[in-house]
């Protein structure tokens, strides 16, 4: 009865290990079959991601990379708006089949979802805050109200570190308005919104970043669901092929972006050293696969 009981167990933990690789195989398989695959993208205006006005196309950083992604896994790409609220939601519910929503690595969002280990950025917090305010170094926050984007991992230490009293608003673009309404005395969000809105746009001639450095320097990752490790091997090996070739610098420069973190750099050479592989797409769909997309 003994052995039976261990034979019993066995069995039954080898069906639980054979149905988690099924499911890890999931998403790669379907992305083939059907030669689509649906990426979630974060589109809050400026450079990293908005809506061109003549085309209603999405253009910026975060549409190239997801069409590139789409390339390298030789299938076209379906690209699906996400706002910082609801872009975990959109993948763990299966509307999306990968994140490239500047959302950067940390151990909380790690434990909910996968993710390809190469970080394609790297990104820290910037304070948006009107000029005159006297507010100058991160502790200047203490006690005043911080506006962010509901789900911000800058959230956190901004309450905890530096004492502020976090707001969270639905989205990066509620937050900016709660800030030039004086709802807060700063908005936080990632530095490649805050510095491009503050250099470029007349609008907010009146606001500053005076804060020297970021809040919470992190890396910014391709996002799967949990254990899809062939979903996460793949989009990981395209991402080391975007470092080999200098890809990501290049589109970084053609975007007009100001790199805040030398990571694209450092990426390169290390790929150039250790010889990663280029990326290769299937030429059925690669053609298709680069051709812009409306999103939804």
Not at 37 to 51: D, E, K, M, R, Y
Not at 184 to 194: E, G, K, M, P, R
Not at 206 to 234: C, F, H, M, N, Q
């Amino acid at each position: 009865m003994a052995l039976r009981k261990i034979f019993n167990m066995t069995a039954a933990w080898a069906m639980l290990a054979a149905a988690g690789a099924a499911h890890a195989d999931a998403t790669l398989d379907r992305i083939h079959e059907r030669g689509k695959v649906a990426v979630g993208v974060l589109v809050n205006g400026g450079v990293f991601g908005s809506i061109d006005p003549a085309t209603q196309q999405l253009v910026g950083w975060n549409p190239e990379l997801a069409r590139a992604l789409a390339q390298g896994l030789g299938a076209q790409v379906d690209l699906v708006p996400v706002q910082t609220a609801t872009r975990v939601q959109f993948l763990i519910s299966g509307k999306v089949d990968l994140l490239v929503a500047s959302m950067e690595l940390n151990p909380e969002r790690a434990q909910i979802l996968g993710y390809a280990p190469t970080p394609f950025y790297r990104v820290g917090g910037a304070a948006a805050i009107r000029k005159g305010s006297g507010i100058h170094e991160w502790e200047d926050l203490r006690g005043k109200p911080v506006c962010v984007s509901q789900g911000s991992s800058f959230a956190d230490p901004l309450s905890r570190q530096y004492g502020a009293q976090v707001k969270g608003y639905k989205s990066s673009s509620d937050s900016l308005l709660a800030l030039r309404g004086g709802q807060c005395v700063a908005a936080v969000h990632d530095s490649t919104l805050i510095y491009p809105l503050l250099k470029s746009n007349p609008e907010w001639s009146g606001y500053e970043a005076p804060i020297a450095g970021t809040i919470l320097p992190a890396d910014s990752v391709v996002w799967t669901r949990k254990g899809e490790t062939d979903t996460i091997a793949a989009v990981d090996r395209i991402v080391r092929g975007w470092h080999r070739s200098g890809w990501l610098i290049d589109t970084e420069k053609r975007l007009g972006i100001e790199p805040a973190l030398p990571l694209l750099q450092d990426l390169h050479r290390r790929a150039e050293q250790e010889g990663w592989p280029p990326v290769v797409a299937q030429a059925a769909t690669q053609a298709e696969s680069a051709k812009p997309a409306a999103g939804k």
